[in-house]
């Protein structure tokens, strides 16, 4: 399970290797060769048993024009020594494998992003004997998805949107798309996204929004982040989310329907207002009969 920020930026390339190569060519705008096959690597890049050196992912791709490394590094501020291990990572796969090694760097910061997208130079000024130039993937660059279309158009994409922009007054619209798109998309891989944009959302609100956004979703109730919502509060749970799910979309509760839907105790029906709540035009229609 998915325990930090950190692990979900780059994990999420392991679920989808296809929204990596999809990054390089639409928001770096690297003509990145299309690859026909993936294949995950072995992250351990010690050589010496006391000093040891992992990156954070490793693919292979098997493109028409030979074989790629895509090296992708989750970083959450500067860090001196992580770029001083960036040239090794790069240097010692080429050693070893002879394929064209690939540094992408991902991060949720601004700041972070200006900083590992510096050149790193090795060698006399003017005249370096190596220059790293890492591929920076941040908030400045990944498309902010907010539109429901778009969403379901790449829905990698997406979830990648929502772990680099969830925040601020964008997140609702981001998120509501989201969740639009993850229906259309294969449950188990749907609840492994979930996971990862629940780890990459910092703010408290924007967080609890997007896990009353998932108790909107059948199977979402299989999955362990289903069970750490649940113990939060089942009845109550439910009734909180049909009422900030209608609050989050601007529509007004009148004090009829906040009393109907608080006074309730059947968990099947609160399920499917909350279902309803993504979509209704007004908070009376939560009722409506099929």
Same mark, same amino acid.
Request: hydrophobic share 40%.
């Given at each position: 399970? *998915?325990?930090?920020?950190?692990?979900?930026?780059?994990?999420?390339?392991?679920?989808?290797?296809?929204?990596?190569?999809?990054? %390089? &060519?639409?928001?770096?705008?690297?003509?990145?060769?299309?690859?026909h096959?993936f294949?995950?690597?072995?992250?351990?890049?010690?050589?010496?048993?006391?000093?040891?050196?992992?990156?954070?992912?490793?693919?292979?791709?098997?493109?028409?024009?030979?074989?790629?490394?895509?090296?992708?590094?989750? &970083?959450?501020?500067?860090?001196?020594?992580k770029?001083?291990?960036?040239?090794?990572?790069?240097?010692?796969?080429?050693?070893?494998?002879?394929?064209?090694? *690939?540094?992408?760097?991902?991060?949720?910061?601004?700041?972070?992003?200006?900083?590992?997208?510096?050149?790193?130079?090795?060698?006399?000024?003017?005249?370096?004997?190596?220059?790293?130039?890492?591929?920076?993937?941040?908030?400045?660059?990944?498309?902010?998805?907010?539109?429901?279309?778009?969403?379901?158009?790449?829905?990698?994409?997406?979830?990648?949107?929502?772990?680099?922009?969830?925040?601020?007054?964008?997140?609702?619209a981001?998120?509501?798309?989201?969740?639009?798109?993850?229906?259309?998309?294969?449950?188990?891989?749907?609840?492994?996204f979930?996971?990862?944009?629940?780890?990459? %959302?910092?703010?408290? &609100?924007?967080?609890? /929004?997007?896990?009353?956004? /998932?108790?909107? /979703?059948?199977?979402?109730?299989?999955?362990?982040?289903?069970?750490?919502?649940?113990?939060?509060?089942?009845?109550?749970?439910?009734?909180?989310?049909?009422?900030?799910?209608?609050?989050?979309?601007?529509?007004?509760?009148?004090?009829?329907?906040?009393?109907?839907?608080g006074?309730?105790?059947? &968990?099947?029906?609160?399920?499917?207002?909350?279902?309803?709540? /993504?979509? *209704?035009?007004?908070?009376?229609?939560?009722?409506? *009969?099929?």
């Amino acid at each position: 399970m *998915v325990s930090s920020s950190h692990e979900a930026m780059h994990r999420i390339f392991q679920k989808d290797p296809a929204l990596l190569t999809n990054a %390089l &060519q639409e928001v770096l705008r690297v003509p990145f060769p299309e690859p026909h096959d993936f294949a995950a690597m072995n992250i351990d890049l010690t050589e010496i048993e006391p000093v040891e050196r992992r990156v954070d992912t490793l693919l292979r791709a098997e493109t028409d024009e030979g074989t790629y490394l895509l090296i992708v590094e989750s &970083q959450g501020k500067p860090n001196k020594k992580k770029r001083g291990s960036w040239p090794y990572y790069l240097s010692y796969l080429y050693e070893k494998y002879h394929w064209e090694p *690939v540094l992408i760097v991902v991060t949720q910061s601004s700041a972070t992003a200006r900083w590992a997208a510096q050149p790193i130079h090795l060698g006399m000024g003017g005249c370096p004997s190596l220059t790293v130039r890492p591929l920076v993937l941040g908030p400045d660059n990944v498309p902010l998805i907010a539109d429901v279309d778009e969403a379901v158009a790449n829905p990698s994409l997406a979830v990648l949107s929502a772990m680099t922009h969830g925040r601020g007054p964008q997140a609702p619209a981001i998120l509501e798309s989201l969740v639009a798109a993850l229906r259309k998309v294969e449950p188990d891989t749907a609840a492994a996204f979930a996971q990862f944009v629940d780890s990459c %959302l910092a703010d408290p &609100q924007v967080k609890q /929004m997007w896990r009353d956004l /998932m108790t909107t /979703m059948h199977y979402f109730y299989r999955h362990p982040l289903a069970e750490e919502i649940r113990e939060q509060g089942r009845v109550e749970g439910r009734i909180e989310a049909i009422l900030n799910i209608l609050e989050w979309r601007g529509i007004p509760v009148s004090d009829a329907v906040r009393s109907r839907v608080g006074t309730c105790t059947d &968990q099947g029906l609160l399920t499917l207002w909350a279902r309803r709540a /993504m979509d *209704v035009e007004s908070a009376e229609d939560l009722f409506q *009969v099929d």
